[in-house]
């Protein structure tokens, strides 16, 4: 049972306009990471963040991306003036709280962005 | 720039059979190394971690790593239709924090 949730399962968004997603832990967790996978291709990493802060982030992660922690708990990712080229599905994952190792990352159900 | 290739397939073997999933990495500092499952249109599920030469089994998975040949694999023993997925290799760095980089991943047809 993944231990993070993603909201909305289905994004569909006009061309230009702003997305927001969001990852949604169950419990306390300090790491957090967003992925995208773009349809038939492979899972693409985006950005890490640690203790509220970006740890690392990809080339694909430019101006148009930011990430925040608005309330402490949900991890969000907003999109800036979308392109048809940022349709994919995009996921959050983390590690397990309280797992001796950090490495592991699970993946939350993720959300499928359609942009028009 | 930081690889990871596996061979697409599809890799098709009848149901009981044993499944031999590749991958090779570039990253000689590659240090921990995962294998997920991913059905179509559904987030990726892990299978295996390993982090040191050599076999791990868990259950009908063994992960194999040779770090001096760069390559890491996966064998699926007695493989049921239900394993039929596509199998994805990632690596990544020991350090916290620091991103998965991903294979294309490796489609896998068990046929009863």
């Known amino acids: 049972e993944p231990e993070v949730t993603q909201t909305p399962s289905h994004q569909v968004t006009q061309m230009g306009q702003e997305v927001i997603l969001r990852c949604v832990p169950i419990s306390n967790h300090l790491y957090f990471y967003w992925y995208r996978q773009i349809l038939g291709q492979k899972v693409e990493f985006l950005v890490s963040f640690y203790n509220n802060e970006i740890s690392e982030k990809s080339e694909i992660f430019d101006d148009q991306f930011s990430v925040e922690r608005p309330d402490g708990s949900n991890f969000t990712l907003k999109i800036r003036s979308t392109k048809l080229e940022d349709s994919a599905m995009y996921f959050c994952?983390?590690?397990?709280?309280?797992?001796?190792?950090?490495?592991?990352?699970?993946f939350g159900p993720g959300t499928r962005l359609t942009v028009l | 720039q930081k690889e990871v290739e596996q061979n697409s397939g599809p890799l098709s073997v009848p149901e009981g059979a044993i499944a031999s999933l590749n991958c090779t990495y570039s990253?000689?500092?590659?240090?921990?190394f995962f294998w997920y499952r991913q059905y179509s249109g559904k987030s990726p599920e892990l299978i295996m971690s390993?982090?040191?030469?050599g076999d791990k089994e868990d259950g009908r998975f063994t992960a194999q790593l040779n770090k001096a040949s760069q390559y890491v694999s996966l064998l699926i023993r007695d493989s049921q239709p239900s394993d039929s997925a596509t199998y994805l290799c990632?690596?990544?760095?020991?350090?916290?924090?620091?991103?998965?980089?991903f294979g294309k991943g490796t489609t896998l047809s068990v046929s009863s």
């Open positions: 990253d000689r500092g590659s240090q921990s």
């Open positions: 990632a690596v990544k760095t020991n350090q916290a924090g620091t991103a998965l980089i």
């Open positions: 390993i982090y040191s030469n």
């Open positions: 994952a983390s590690p397990h709280v309280g797992e001796a190792t950090t490495d592991t990352q699970y």
